[in-house]
């Protein structure tokens, strides 16, 4: 019997965005860059995370030309902004975890209508 060593990459934007497609503040980009990247790095199972400035994790996908582009279930196959590059190097697409009834990217604009 054999094994691989599978390696895990998480890429994060760093430019989050609320339910009405606007961008966070400043503040919070700042966050997003500084604090959220550590928060993931902690867990167990991630070896690396890639911050990214762009909207689409395009340009990385086709350098990284992942065997699985993983996205939450916020997402269905035919609506993931990189499929077409995962699918060009060879990869495919998952759709993956819980319902996403409970995402950061809400509670922040929750958190941002309470104190305006």
């Given amino acids: 019997m054999s094994f691989a060593l599978q390696r895990t990459v998480l890429c994060a934007s760093a430019t ?7 961008v966070v503040t400043a503040a919070g980009a700042e966050w997003a860059r ?3 990247p550590k928060e993931v790095l902690a867990l167990r199972e991630v070896d690396h995370v890639v911050v990214f400035e ?5 340009r ?11 996205k939450g279930t916020d997402y269905r196959a035919d609506s993931v902004p ?11 697409v998952e759709i993956v975890g819980d319902p996403k009834d409970h995402s950061s990217r809400d509670l922040i604009v929750r958190i941002v209508e309470h104190f305006r």
């Fill in 16 to 22: 989050w965005h609320t339910a009405t497609n606007a």
């Fill in 34 to 36: 500084a604090s959220r």
């Fill in 54 to 58: 762009e909207d689409t994790a395009d």
């Fill in 60 to 70: 990385l996908v086709a350098a990284l030309r992942p065997h699985v582009h993983a």
């Fill in 82 to 92: 990189e499929a077409a590059t995962v699918q060009k190097v060879g990869g495919r």
